[in-house]
Nanobody, 115 residues
Framework: QVQLVESGGGLVQPGGSLRLSCAAS????????MAWYRQAPGKTRELVAS???????NYADSVKGRFTISRDNAKNTVYLQMNSLKPEDTADYYC?????????WGQGTQVTVSS
């Protein structure tokens, strides 16, 4: 069982930056693929970025070059650095931990990009 707690969301102006954090409980953090998803109002949840255990990173095309995912296995934490934010990045952001076919989710943190 893994519990995930996100933090770092908030209101930011277009072009600004935010860093999301996701702290995981348990001692097996390093064996999980970690990812960030987001869900905008009226839309389905979509993958934003993932960090596999072998170091492979993947990003949605819409955030490539602007967002960076990283993980600190010593701190059981995964981060999402978001730069050059756009209004269309407005969504609830969710942390995900996956092992085989089992998914764990955080409660989400809201990101609003608006002037």
């Amino acid at each position: 069982q893994v519990q995930l707690v996100e933090s770092g969301g908030g209101l930011v102006q277009p072009g600004g930056s935010l860093r999301l954090s996701c702290a995981a409980s348990g001692s097996l953090f390093s064996i999980y693929t970690m990812a960030w998803y987001r869900q905008a109002p009226g839309k389905t949840r979509e993958l934003v970025a993932s960090a596999a255990t072998d170091g492979t990173l993947n990003y949605a095309d819409s955030v490539k070059g602007r967002f960076t995912i990283s993980r600190d296995n010593a701190k059981n934490t995964v981060y999402l650095q978001m730069n050059s934010l756009k209004p269309e990045d407005t969504a609830d952001y969710y942390c995900n931990a996956r092992l085989s076919f089992i998914d764990y989710w955080g409660q989400g943190t809201q990101v609003t990009v608006s002037s």
